[in-house]
């Protein structure tokens, strides 16, 4: 079940606002999909993103996908323990986004510009409908 306390794409990104910073992450299904993902590559803080544009891309054994920002915005922050550090050779531990995609596997943080909302976005029903549309 998706939480009806956020925002969706059509391209299985989730979205929950708290003021003018929005956090995103993957689905449940995007997650299912991927089987296992392995290496997540995600934009440095600072960076600015566009709303439907990649701002990364997650691989698995299965596949390599973009992840898709809901938002237009700057990356205030990401969960670096999803991402492989060179300086320190510790390797990425993608179980949060396996484990709680819409939880601990949270990807990052957008400031958004005042006043944006998250209206463009699907809501959980409308989710779980296109979903059950594209049969699954």
């Known amino acids: ?17 708290d003021g003018d910073t929005v956090t995103v992450g993957i689905t449940a299904f995007a997650v299912e ?12 803080v600072g960076k600015a993103v566009t709303a439907g ?12 996908s973009d992840v898709n920002s809901p938002v237009t915005g700057e990356v205030v922050g990401r969960n670096e ?18 484990d709680d995609p819409f939880g ?4 990052l943080k957008i400031r958004v510009a005042p006043g944006a909302t998250l209206d463009h976005l699907l809501t959980a029903d409308q989710y ?6 594209d049969g699954h």
């Open 104 to 107: 601990r596997g949270w990807m």
């Open 33 to 44: 999909q991927l089987t296992e993902p392995t290496f997540l590559e995600l934009p440095p």
């Open 81 to 98: 323990g999803l991402v492989d550090d060179p300086k320190t050779k510790r390797a990425a531990d993608l179980g949060p986004v396996n």
């Open 128 to 133: 779980a409908a296109q979903l059950a549309s």
């Open 53 to 64: 544009k990649p701002f990364g891309i997650i691989e698995s054994v299965k596949s390599t």
């Open 1 to 17: 079940m998706n939480p009806t306390d956020r925002r969706y794409t059509a391209t299985h990104e989730w979205a929950k606002q």
